[in-house]
């Protein structure tokens, strides 16, 4: 079975991670989806039941709600983790000195104060640069290189982030996400030049 990921939500409907749809099952099988959302995304066949000669399926939706605590509302605003494909993603695979697009394997991570000098591997401190202008930068601060940031990095939130590390977004999760992404966002322009 060929089925896209399942946007999980908490009960209060704050976007949590994507679950495959094996995952989703176990959740309705346990009877701990509380509500759903969008369209049919998959149906998985059980075995047929000796007693009535019916077979058991479990149909899902690409969106549910699972039960209990508010597993998300912390995880809301909780530091999304750091890679090079939501960096760059998250960049627009623009280089953030020259402005230049370019592809996955000419980018690098840049952190804008150097590690050596004290910077951290963090969201605010790195930008998506190509392989040229980070030769050029090196181990300085933009200043001390003559560069100039394109853009400001940011922390994505939660939304921005399940946007960032899943390609095959359903159309209705993406309508659900977006409303949980500020209309300044990058990430919200890369969704509206790519749609």
Same mark, same amino acid.
């Given at each position: 079975?060929?089925?896209?990921?399942?946007?999980?939500?908490?009960?209060?409907?704050?976007?949590?991670?994507?679950?495959?749809?094996?995952?989703?099952?176990?959740?309705?099988?346990?009877?701990?989806?509380?509500?759903?959302?969008?369209?049919?995304?998959?149906?998985?066949?059980?075995?047929?039941?000796?007693?009535?000669?019916?077979?058991?399926?479990?149909?899902?939706?690409?969106?549910?709600?699972?039960?209990?605590?508010?597993?998300?509302?912390?995880?809301?605003?909780?530091?999304?983790?750091?890679?090079?494909?939501?960096?760059?993603?998250?960049?627009?695979?623009?280089?953030?000195?020259?402005?230049?697009?370019?592809?996955?394997?000419?980018?690098?991570?840049?952190?804008?104060?150097?590690?050596?000098?004290?910077?951290?591997?963090?969201?605010?401190?790195?930008?998506?640069?190509?392989?040229?202008?980070?030769?050029?930068?090196?181990?300085?601060? =933009?200043?001390?290189?003559?560069?100039?940031?394109?853009?400001? =990095?940011?922390?994505?939130?939660?939304?921005?982030?399940?946007?960032?590390?899943?390609?095959?977004?359903?159309?209705?999760?993406?309508?659900?996400?977006?409303?949980?992404?500020?209309?300044?966002?990058?990430?919200?322009?890369?969704?509206?030049?790519?749609?």
């Amino acid at each position: 079975m060929d089925a896209p990921l399942i946007l999980t939500l908490d009960s209060h409907g704050v976007p949590h991670r994507w679950v495959t749809w094996q995952q989703a099952c176990f959740y309705y099988a346990k009877n701990l989806v509380a509500w759903t959302l969008g369209r049919t995304a998959f149906t998985a066949y059980g075995g047929i039941c000796r007693a009535t000669g019916e077979r058991s399926s479990i149909t899902g939706h690409s969106i549910i709600a699972v039960k209990g605590k508010a597993m998300a509302m912390k995880g809301f605003t909780q530091v999304p983790p750091l890679n090079n494909r939501e960096l760059f993603r998250r960049d627009r695979h623009l280089c953030a000195y020259c402005g230049g697009e370019f592809s996955f394997l000419r980018l690098t991570r840049d952190h804008i104060l150097p590690l050596s000098r004290g910077g951290r591997d963090g969201w605010t401190n790195v930008v998506t640069a190509c392989r040229h202008c980070n030769g050029v930068k090196r181990n300085r601060t =933009p200043d001390e290189a003559g560069l100039e940031l394109y853009y400001v =990095p940011y922390v994505p939130n939660k939304a921005e982030y399940l946007i960032l590390t899943n390609r095959r977004i359903l159309a209705d999760q993406m309508e659900f996400l977006l409303q949980h992404v500020a209309s300044h966002s990058r990430v919200f322009h890369l969704v509206h030049a790519d749609g």
